[in-house]
């Protein structure tokens, strides 16, 4: 804009928020990174565009999540556009970090964001091919808006996903998951125990051995495991200081997946038997199992095809190496008891505190809701590759009119790109 404003910037901002005077184009449900990211890009190819989000503050993602909860990738991977990190900005971001540069990215890009705000529902008319949809401000005020295009960039961490261990009432202390726990500092002096070996499972025993709490892991199954150097490594040549994050993503997604899988064959082994030798070593000594996973191509189909299923070590796996994290594996879980968890090899974990860092499901939970069923019923898959390798459902057609998905890490902003081509 090349005209100078002399004090009616505020009161024109207020009314392009508020939508006073006509409603936006698309409608983009979810204000985290795959949601502001789509506001940004749409804002700046000139479509009216609104985000809304249940939580309090923009960032609340990840405010929400457990204290000691860090990036595992690099922040060059992370970046946004229109907005770089700062050059002193950590490598390894925290996310209440992260979450509070979230909120200053929709504030200084301008993004039109209603927060404590929820569908109660929604209806579509296949001869305008447009949405109406009613949204709850603040638990009280109701706007209806008639929009082209409803985008869902909820995520794919939805419902808590918990094994049903029989016994659970007969348990004295506390079990929970990983979306409800919050920090080690509040059980200090007892016994942990944490279900899960990917991530979230090795973070949160990692803040219960900060707090000189006492802890295992049950490993339920083999877990890839990379070391964050080696990650950054691999990334390096593009995701670094200094390198455009729009050529950085366009040179990422250049390769068809089935490609990339091949390389990542050759690439995976080899850093295996180079780079990470000593700790997959070191973790096969103690008896953590680890893969190359699926197709020996590492993290590449776990993301893609599971969400999960890997670990980034930002530095537990010395300790479960040399012993201060202690590990169970080898025997499924049978019953709660009293005092923990008995196993069907009949051994017991003494536990005051029981964590299960289990993942999570339903994904598509949200659209559900907000669509209903008939609308439901014509969507395809959404996530995972097809036939050809291909994401399924997201960024690209998914089997309904102006209904689109954005999902995934901040870094595949091209899929971004070409999502604007279908709005535009």
Sequence with gaps: ??????????????????????????????????????????????????????????????RDRYKALCLHDTIWANRLPYLNFP???????????????????????????????????????DTTKTWTVEVIRHGKETRTLTVKHLVFATGLDARPRVPDIPGKASFKGSAMHSSQFTSAANYIG?????????????????????????????????????????????MSDLYREGFPIDLADTYNTSLPNAVLRRLSQRMVPAFAQTNDKDTLDGLAKVGFKTNLG?????????????????????????????????????????????????????????????????????????????????????????WGLDQEGQIQGVWRHCGHDGLWFGIGMSMFLLWTLRFTVFLW
Excluded at 210 to 229: G, W
């Design 294 to 382: 699926p197709h020996g191509a590492g993290i590449f189909p776990l993301f893609f095809e599971r969400g999960g299923g890997y670990y980034i070590d930002t530095g537990t796996s010395k300790h479960i190496i040399n012993g201060d994290i202690k590990i169970k594996h080898g025997s499924s879980i049978e019953c709660f008891t009293e005092n923990g968890l008995r196993f069907a090899d009949g051994t017991e974990l003494q536990a005051d505190i029981i964590v299960f860092a289990t993942g999570f499901s339903g994904h598509l939970d949200s659209m559900h809701k907000v669509c209903g069923d008939e609308v439901a019923s014509k969507i395809g898959a959404v």
């Design 1 to 62: 804009n090349q005209k100078a404003d002399h004090g009616t910037w505020e009161e024109n901002r207020r009314q392009e928020i508020e939508f006073t005077t006509d409603d936006p184009t698309v409608l983009v449900i979810g204000a985290g990174q795959a949601g502001l990211t789509i506001g940004a890009r749409l804002k700046y190819l000139g479509v009216s565009t609104l985000i809304v989000d249940k939580k309090p503050r923009v960032g609340d993602n990840w």
């Design 190 to 234: 007892k016994k942990a125990v944490v279900v899960g070996a990917c991530n979230s499972g090795h973070d949160i025993a990692q803040d219960f051995f900060n707090q000189d709490i006492d802890v295992t892991m049950y490993q339920r199954s083999s877990t890839f495991v990379i070391t964050a150097q080696t990650a950054a490594d691999m």
């Design 87 to 125: 050059s002193t900005w950590p490598v390894f971001s925290p996310v209440r970090k992260l979450a509070d540069w979230l909120e200053g990215y929709a504030s200084f890009l301008e993004l039109n964001v209603w927060t404590a705000s929820t569908i109660k529902k929604s209806s579509w008319d």
